[in-house]
């Protein structure tokens, strides 16, 4: 099992976690493309393999994949509770 540590953060240290992940994931991307092993990324629907002599390789078109949702439009009515008022 995991065993997940309780932290005391406030709501500003919270708010930040976000912008500290994003930060992470580019850091660590831009890491692994100047390193000397092939990445493999998405980018504009296509899936795409970076070589570490820099050649980039389209390995398959993903467009497909992506769904635009459709929203439905419909109105949620709470029940009316009826009861005895003293």
């Known amino acids: 099992m995991t065993t ?6 406030n709501m500003r240290d919270e708010a930040i976690i976000p912008k500290l992940a994003i930060d992470s994931f580019r850091q660590a991307f831009a890491d692994a493309v100047s390193s000397d092993i092939p990445v493999v990324f998405v980018s504009k629907e296509k899936i795409i393999e970076k070589q570490a002599d820099g050649k980039m390789i389209e390995l398959k078109n993903v467009s497909q994949a992506y769904v635009i949702p459709e929203l439905k439009h419909t109105v949620l009515k709470r029940k009316v509770k009826r009861g005895v008022f003293a």
């Open 4 to 9: 997940y540590t309780v932290m005391k953060t």
